[in-house]
């Protein structure tokens, strides 16, 4: 074939200079993922554009959009195998058989399942109001298929959804819903057009695609400018007054108010936070909208104002996550809040963001929080690509991301963590909108223009997760034959079937084989720089 002729590749047509500037492996790789056969029901292939980058983006619009569909695992006896790569594969599903005996003498990951672990919550994302602009900056049609893509049970199954209370950068505007001052009983408390118009619909478009109710997880950014000590929604400041005091009251008040209208709507909560990184308040000049507290504050607040008001309210089963920061601030925040019994009886986890992850080992953070406070859950609650000043905003095809995406989700949880949740659903091609320009990247973004959306590879990263770790799933042990480059996390699934996800992050291909003592072994090969989920069922006539 020649380079000079348009070559498909995953579904698609790559023009003749797209071709040529593609990596040689890359195209190679692509060409030769056409014959690929698929076992998901109703998979739909990539249409993929190259945008100069390590990788490509699988472009949707209203009619077409790649799909994995209802997956579907075959009988015992057989493995599926779904696969992703900076080649170009995007859940590539492949089946092979469960042998007997060991054909390999190399590297054998074993299933350890008496060793058992936490269960898994969720993976989601947030329904910004910038996220909110964009789906519905398309048309009907192509709403719907983004929608679908991360709801749906033909898309990767994404059950949580974070919810900003009121603005953060991710809005155009800044604005709280008690905007009134003084208005101490919250008489004036109402949601914003943001709301009813855009977020409300859109989530409850997202929960009439899902099979499951979608666990909605509520954060706010700051308080009313009128309780603060800064009296702005932007820069340092934090609450006046003491815990316990009237300015205490009436921002706790605040997240009944919160929960109270959006029932209304039938949307109901399973979280909510203390507050989106409550850090970020306590930094002079600080650019958009925080509220600080140190770790003493959000103990006293939750055990004189915010707990007694969820206990008195019809929300007392809602779930309040503390922190909703990064894990370097671990374990000491846990320990002051949980230590205290007064708070720790209204709390059921911890939410950590993944920014300066890089910093603070997840033994020494997350692993140390597991060990001392055991019965409180860990939870993602923040994580994007594209934050820090030399690798900013909207990277199309980007695989260097999803491996940081997907590295970052197995290290959490293999010390403990339920869940991962990534902000913005969808961004537009600059990386908002962002009323403070602070730009970033999404599994999702929108050509508006066009009537298109882009499936970042980070996205498919999200999936190899979302998609296959259903809620319940507990992780277990993996033990290893020889020392490894490869990242692994396992699970065994409510209905008994096996789950294992492994990342290559080298430029070599590795084989390797898999042990689990109930069913027997699996030949694998790890392509270089991929990310491979494998699932098998361990009983007869299983339902999946």
Same mark, same amino acid.
């Given at each position: ?66 799909? #994995? ?39 054998? *990951? ?45 898309? #990767? ?7 900003? !209370? ?31 118009? !855009? ?9 009439? !695609? ?167 859950? *860990? ?29 970052? #989700? ?90 294992? #996800? ?43």
């Amino acid at each position: 074939m020649s380079l000079k002729r348009q070559v498909r590749v995953c579904s698609t047509i790559l023009p003749d200079k797209m071709a040529l500037s593609l990596p040689s492996s890359v195209f190679l790789a692509l060409v030769f993922l056409a014959a690929v056969v698929n076992f998901s029901t109703g998979h739909i292939e990539c249409t993929a554009r190259y945008f100069g980058l390590d990788s490509v983006v699988c472009e949707c619009n209203s009619t077409y959009c790649d799909s #994995i569909g209802s997956v579907t695992l075959p009988p015992l006896g057989q493995y599926s195998s779904y696969l992703s790569s900076m080649a170009g594969s995007r859940l590539e599903e492949t089946r092979g058989q469960v042998h007997v005996n060991s054909t390999w003498a190399g590297l054998r *990951l074993t299933i350890v399942p008496y060793q058992k672990y936490q269960k898994i919550r969720g993976f989601g994302g947030a329904m910004t109001d910038a996220a909110a602009i964009n789906i519905l900056s398309l048309s009907p049609g192509s709403q719907d298929q983004l929608l679908r893509q991360y709801f749906s049970n033909e898309g #990767i199954s994404y059950s949580v959804v974070r919810v900003p !209370m009121a603005s953060c950068d991710f809005s155009t505007r800044l604005y709280t819903y008690a905007d009134t001052p003084e208005d101490y009983n919250l008489d004036n408390f109402t949601l914003a057009p943001e709301d009813i118009k !855009m977020k409300i619909p859109l989530l409850q478009r997202a929960q009439a !695609m899902s099979p499951q109710p979608l666990s909605l997880l509520a954060s706010a950014w700051s308080a009313p400018a009128w309780l603060k000590t800064n009296g702005a929604l932007i820069g340092k400041g934090s609450l006046k007054g003491q815990p316990g005091g009237k300015e205490h009251k009436t921002w706790a008040q605040y997240y009944i108010r919160f929960l109270e209208e959006y029932a209304k709507y039938n949307l109901s909560f399973w979280a909510l936070t203390t507050g989106n990184e409550p850090s970020a308040g306590q930094m002079t000049n600080y650019s958009f909208q925080a509220l600080g507290f140190t770790p003493e504050e959000q103990r006293d607040w939750v055990a004189l104002d915010l707990g007694p008001a969820l206990h008195a309210s019809s929300y007392q089963h809602t779930h309040v996550l503390i922190l909703d920061d990064n894990r370097l601030l671990l374990p000491h925040w846990a320990k002051v809040v949980l230590n205290d019994v007064h708070a720790g009886r209204y709390i059921h986890g911890v939410a950590v963001h993944w920014y300066m992850d890089d910093f603070v080992p997840a033994a020494l953070s997350l692993g140390t929080t597991h060990h001392l406070y055991p019965e409180y859950y *860990l939870f993602g609650t923040e994580a994007c690509a594209g934050w820090t000043g030399l690798d900013r905003g909207v990277k199309l095809g980007s695989w260097e991301r999803a491996e940081h995406y997907a590295h970052d #989700i197995i290290q959490d949880l293999n010390h403990y963590v339920v869940g991962w949740t990534d902000w913005n659903l969808v961004l537009d091609q600059t990386g908002g909108p962002n009323w403070v320009k602070n730009f970033v990247d999404s599994p999702v973004i929108v050509d508006a223009q066009h009537d298109v959306f882009y499936k970042q590879p980070t996205f498919y990263s999200m999936a190899h997760f979302s998609k296959f770790l259903w809620e319940g799933s507990q992780r277990v042990g993996v033990s290893v034959s020889q020392e490894t480059v490869l990242e692994f996390s396992a699970f065994i699934r409510p209905d008994g079937s096996v789950v294992l #996800i492994i990342l290559n992050r080298s430029s070599s291909v590795i084989q390797f084989e898999v042990w689990d003592p109930v069913v027997g072994y699996i030949p694998s090969t790890a392509p270089a720089h991929s990310l491979n989920t494998l699932a098998w069922n361990t009983v007869i006539n299983n339902t999946n």
